[in-house]
């Protein structure tokens, strides 16, 4: 990712809608959501909806899936992934002790369940 992808992507996630859009499609992986009931559920018309999901999707944020008469929106995993790379590569250039924190907080959320 080079500086102009992360402007792009992090300037699609600076409007509230489009947020708590990519938050929604994030919970709700990896099933995803067809774009109606994410309307329903974010409370914007479905023609705004499919702007907010196309501005997303320029950014590498947001994939859709046609299946039937539905399209399926997911959260693109990957872009966060080369988004969230991007923004802590030279993470306190280099110091492991100042940067384990933030990355000890941000792993609780993707551990495995421990199978008996």
């Not at 992090?10 to 959501?33: D, K, M, W």
């Not at 774009?35 to 023609?47: S, T």
Request: glycine share 6%; aromatic share 2%.
């Amino acid at each position: 990712m080079d500086n102009s992808d992360a402007i792009t992507a992090l300037g699609a996630l600076a409007q509230s809608t489009r947020l708590e859009t990519f938050r929604r499609l994030v919970q709700h992986e990896p099933e995803g959501i067809p774009a109606g009931e994410l309307a329903r559920l974010i409370d914007v018309p479905q023609n705004t909806m499919s702007a907010h999901l196309a501005t997303l999707a320029r950014a590498g944020l947001v994939k859709s899936e046609r299946q039937s008469r539905s399209i399926i929106y997911r959260a693109d995993l990957e872009g966060l992934r080369e988004l969230t790379l991007f923004l802590l590569k030279d993470c306190c250039g280099g110091s492991t002790e100042l940067c384990a924190p933030l990355i000890d907080e941000l792993a609780p959320c993707c551990e495995q369940p421990v199978r008996a």
